[in-house]
């Protein structure tokens, strides 16, 4: 079977006002404001039948999912595997984010990019761990756009060694703002039981262990906010849970079958489901998700 081979796309985006808004107009005299982010794109195999969009954890990027992409567009899906802001080959300080206003509008210009040759075709979105998370803020704040939506591993309990001020004397002297690098703080052992997995995230140079103060509560607001609100997004919701999953309990996952999801527990799963063993048979209950979902 032929591999399929991608193509990037630098979207040339506008820049974030601290809240995550956008920031000021670009203007042909100036690049002042412009924002370039990193969008590895797929094309389906044969007639297109829709979008898929997939978004990466914390520390990650989207490259790490070629071959989950390559199998969508076997059924057809012309997908997308951004770089979020401050993640691999896309501009920006290294894990930082200005929050869901953000990466909801990226999100958005990733799918539009996607489906400008296909107004009225299904969008699919899948998101992994962290990238769950803004998968799930997303749909519900544009609902009705996704037709089918995948939560590999959502982490609903942001748990990050955010920066805190020091105390005593330091601290009326110095000032943690909202840039203030961080430490995702997640061991291999956790992502993956696999040896070559581990060895893999290890040696990746595009992968990082930063976040920023203001990604880290943006990442706890969210937390505390959407899961409740799944039924708005106006799509079929999928979880899938490794079992052996240290960042994200059964516990956690209820809240989102409470509202409406369904989900899929993979036995022995750590937090990565599409690396090493059980990745292939990950893949193929996404595809079959989206293929029974991903209609209008």
């Given at each position: 079977?032929?591999?399929?081979d991608y193509?990037?796309?630098?979207?040339e985006?506008?820049?974030?006002?601290d809240?995550g808004?956008?920031?000021?107009?670009?203007?042909?005299?100036?690049m002042?404001?412009?924002?370039?982010l990193?969008?590895k794109?797929?094309a389906?195999?044969?007639?297109?039948?829709?979008g898929?969009?997939?978004?990466?954890d914390a520390?990650?990027h989207?490259?790490r999912?070629?071959?989950?992409?390559?199998?969508?567009?076997r059924?057809?899906?012309a997908?997308a595997?951004?770089?979020?802001r401050g993640?691999?080959e896309?501009?920006g300080?290294?894990?930082?984010?200005?929050?869901?206003?953000e990466?909801?509008r990226?999100?958005?210009?990733?799918?539009?990019?996607?489906s400008?040759?296909?107004?009225?075709?299904p969008?699919v979105m899948?998101?992994?761990?962290l990238g769950?998370?803004?998968?799930?803020?997303?749909?519900?704040?544009?609902?009705g756009?996704l037709?089918?939506l995948v939560?590999?591993?959502p982490?609903?309990?942001?748990e990050?060694?955010?920066?805190?001020?020091p105390?005593?004397?330091?601290?009326?002297?110095?000032?943690?703002g909202?840039?203030a690098p961080?430490?995702i703080g997640?061991t291999?052992?956790q992502?993956?039981a696999?040896?070559d997995t581990?060895?893999?995230?290890?040696?990746d140079p595009?992968?990082?262990?930063?976040?920023?103060?203001?990604?880290?509560?943006?990442?706890?607001?969210?937390a505390?906010q959407?899961?409740?609100?799944?039924?708005q997004?106006?799509?079929a919701?999928l979880?899938?849970?490794?079992?052996?999953?240290?960042?994200?309990?059964s516990?956690?996952?209820?809240?989102?079958?409470?509202?409406?999801?369904?989900?899929?527990?993979?036995?022995?799963?750590?937090?990565?489901?599409?690396?090493?063993?059980?990745?292939?048979?990950?893949?193929?209950?996404?595809?079959?998700w989206?293929?029974?979902?991903?209609?209008?």
């Amino acid at each position: 079977m032929a591999t399929v081979d991608y193509t990037v796309t630098n979207l040339e985006l506008r820049a974030s006002s601290d809240s995550g808004e956008a920031a000021q107009a670009l203007t042909h005299q100036s690049m002042e404001g412009l924002f370039l982010l990193h969008v590895k794109e797929l094309a389906a195999a044969g007639e297109p039948r829709g979008g898929a969009t997939l978004v990466h954890d914390a520390g990650d990027h989207g490259g790490r999912y070629l071959e989950l992409a390559r199998r969508l567009t076997r059924d057809g899906w012309a997908a997308a595997l951004p770089d979020l802001r401050g993640h691999g080959e896309s501009e920006g300080e290294r894990g930082h984010g200005a929050g869901i206003t953000e990466v909801s509008r990226d999100l958005a210009e990733v799918q539009n990019h996607l489906s400008y040759r296909l107004p009225n075709a299904p969008r699919v979105m899948l998101g992994q761990g962290l990238g769950a998370l803004y998968g799930l803020a997303f749909a519900v704040e544009n609902p009705g756009t996704l037709q089918a939506l995948v939560l590999a591993a959502p982490l609903l309990r942001p748990e990050f060694d955010l920066p805190t001020a020091p105390g005593g004397l330091r601290g009326m002297f110095k000032k943690v703002g909202p840039r203030a690098p961080g430490s995702i703080g997640w061991t291999p052992q956790q992502w993956s039981a696999d040896e070559d997995t581990r060895s893999a995230l290890a040696a990746d140079p595009l992968r990082h262990d930063i976040i920023t103060l203001r990604a880290g509560q943006e990442a706890q607001r969210a937390a505390q906010q959407f899961p409740e609100r799944l039924a708005q997004c106006e799509a079929a919701v999928l979880v899938m849970l490794g079992t052996e999953d240290p960042l994200v309990s059964s516990g956690d996952a209820e809240r989102l079958v409470a509202a409406g999801a369904v989900l899929l527990l993979v036995e022995g799963g750590r937090h990565d489901l599409f690396h090493g063993p059980g990745a292939e048979e990950a893949g193929e209950r996404v595809a079959a998700w989206f293929d029974e979902h991903g209609k209008f």
